[in-house]
């Protein structure tokens, strides 16, 4: 499970950073056009490789509600944080009835 609770504007900027090293196209292995987010210690880690190259940016304003990891798509998490109109922002993962991670 993962819970965080960040600034949104400082999320993204920190995306943006790192997105060029994110595969555009289709690579061999699918999981390199994702990002790890490892939230611990009141702190987010958002991580992205393309295995010649990796990139990890640090959030430290951030409220650790529950620590956690979760690889989710680069470039779909980054256009999403982008349209989303508040400032502050919570990322959780769910369990749904049957006890999948969404």
Known sequence: MLKVRCDRL???????DIL????????MKP??????LKA???RLEVQ?????MGARVRLERV???????LALPANRFYS????????????????????AMV
Do not use: F, W, Y
Not at 10 to 16: F, H, K, Q, T, V
Not at 48 to 52: A, F, W
């Open 48 to 52: 992205v490789t393309d295995l010649d």
């Open 80 to 99: 999403l944080i982008r349209k989303i109109p508040d400032r502050h922002l919570v990322v959780e993962v769910l369990a749904d009835r049957r006890g």
């Open 31 to 36: 999981i390199l056009v994702n990002c790890l």
């Open 20 to 27: 060029t090293i994110v595969p555009t196209t289709q690579p």
């Open 63 to 69: 409220e650790t509600v529950e620590e956690g990891e």
């Open 40 to 42: 611990r210690n009141d």
């Open 10 to 16: 400082e999320l993204a900027d920190s995306l943006a």
